[in-house]
């Protein structure tokens, strides 16, 4: 296993972390349940425990609140020790300066631990930052590491760049936490987030590497790409290498479900070579060939231009529009019913159109929004947390 610096902290980390969000599951869509399958998740926390794997990202939101526990359960005994655990609070549950604590307590409970090695304020939305300023949330956190509960502060953000800034360059942070792959250096907080994390001596976390494993099963054109450079490595081992490629990153974050991809990743992760600057001119140009074809596969010609919105039924139809493009393009809709799930928690869902026709009226693509709408409901719903 490589390990690197985790930013201006003086630790070090293992380059390849435990992401708890993925837990094995036992889905019973009849039921509507998804729980942990606990036995499975012990397996896999324990094996990358014992090879390895020294960091471990959870949070209070994971499976529904039980991703902590069972982390807690199944590095106790010995592995807790060598571990660092990252964990988070999302501002929703920060109603009190009492509630931020007791969020904290119960997750040094369900952790089995006096401290937690990194507290996060869990993805910051740009929206909420005046408020997480103005309340102090980052004194509270301050607080606790003076009390010896958190070692590191750090923050984790879906959004775009300019935000990421703010945000950033507002605190002395230890640590941040941004999705980042191939596909998304001009996306989400982009490859320049990467840059200027590293030029404040932050530690840098990458979540996402495979967009939600959609990168590691590429439809034929692609594989086609992949196919004909040398040298030959699997999608996965590309997607990684990139990212282990930038000097910045100090742990990429996997979500791995089953013992086999785990045990893959560590191969990878343990690659002599697989340090920054692993990447040369001509791989570097393979993947902007696999990004473009990538691209091109768009199943509505929406842009994202707005000029549809506000819908009357509070519709966010370009967002939907944006995941269903995301699930087809990478052949997998995992990731994107995720996001819909969190999406509706801002916009009503899809099938609350009536369709009235004023967003078609508006569209320069002229995109048959109303029908598009209730295909992508279709292909988006029935995520289970
Ligand atoms: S057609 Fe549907 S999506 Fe478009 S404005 Fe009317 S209700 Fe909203
Ligand atoms: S107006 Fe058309 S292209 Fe623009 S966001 Fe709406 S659906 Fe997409």
Redesign the pocket.
Known sequence: MLYRNYGGTGRCVSALGLGCMRLPRDVNEEKGEAPVNREKAFELIKYAADNGITYFDTALGYHGGASEAVLGEALDGGRREKAQIATKQPFSEMKTRDAIRQNLESALKKLRTSYVDVYLIHNIQKSAWENIKKRRIIEEFEQFRSEGLIRSIGFSYHGQYPAFKEILDFYDWDMCQIQQNFMDTEREATEEAIIQAGKKGCALVIMEPLRGGSLAFPPDPIKAVYDAHTPRRTPVEWAFRHLLNYPQTSCILSGMTTLDQLKRNIEIFSQADAVPGCMSEEDKKMLAQVKAKYDSIVTVPCTGCGY?MP?????G?PEVFSLYNEGNMFGAFDQPRRGYMWTTRFHHE?S?????????KKCPQSIE??KN?QIAHEALKGWLE
Not at 311 to 315: A, F, I, P, T, W
């Open positions: 549809c819908c009357h039924q509070g519709v139809i899809a609350r159109c009536v369709a009235c026709g004023a967003c078609e929004i109303i709408l």
